[in-house]
Nanobody
Framework: VQLQASGGGLVQSGGSLRLSCAAS????????MSWYRQAPGNQRELVAA???????NYADSVKGRFTISRTNGRNTIYLQMTSLKPEDTAVYYC????????????WGQGTQVTVSS
């Protein structure tokens, strides 16, 4: 399984960005795809997750500002980020995980998001 993330960049505070992540390879049909982020000196944290049936979960810090969505047939997820703040600056990683006979978790390469004040 390979995850290809794109869409990061530099934006001013209050601006918007849209991240995309496409998963390829053999993926169990029932899965969760997520965005995580890691700022320098911090642990990687969950930003948002979406299941195959469309259930979503968000970190409190991004609720109301970020929206995760997915295209199931293409195992592609998106993260629409609005009202960006300097504290959103981080490397954003996408993840795909599922459980069949075991637990499987795959990571993308990360994309840098920088929000200037």
């Amino acid at each position: 399984v390979q995850l290809q993330a794109s869409g990061g960049g530099l934006v001013q505070s209050g601006g918007s960005l849209r991240l995309s992540c496409a998963a390829s390879g053999v993926i169990f049909s029932i899965n969760t795809m997520s965005w995580y982020r890691q700022a320098p000196g911090n642990q990687r944290e969950l930003v948002a997750a979406i299941t195959t049936d469309g259930s979503t979960n968000y970190a409190d810090s991004v609720k109301g500002r970020f929206t995760i969505s997915r295209t199931n047939g293409r195992n592609t997820i998106y993260l629409q980020m609005t009202s960006l703040k300097p504290e959103d600056t981080a490397v954003y990683y996408c993840n795909c995980n599922y459980r069949t006979s075991g637990y499987y978790s795959f990571w993308g390469q990360g994309t840098q998001v920088t929000v200037s004040s």
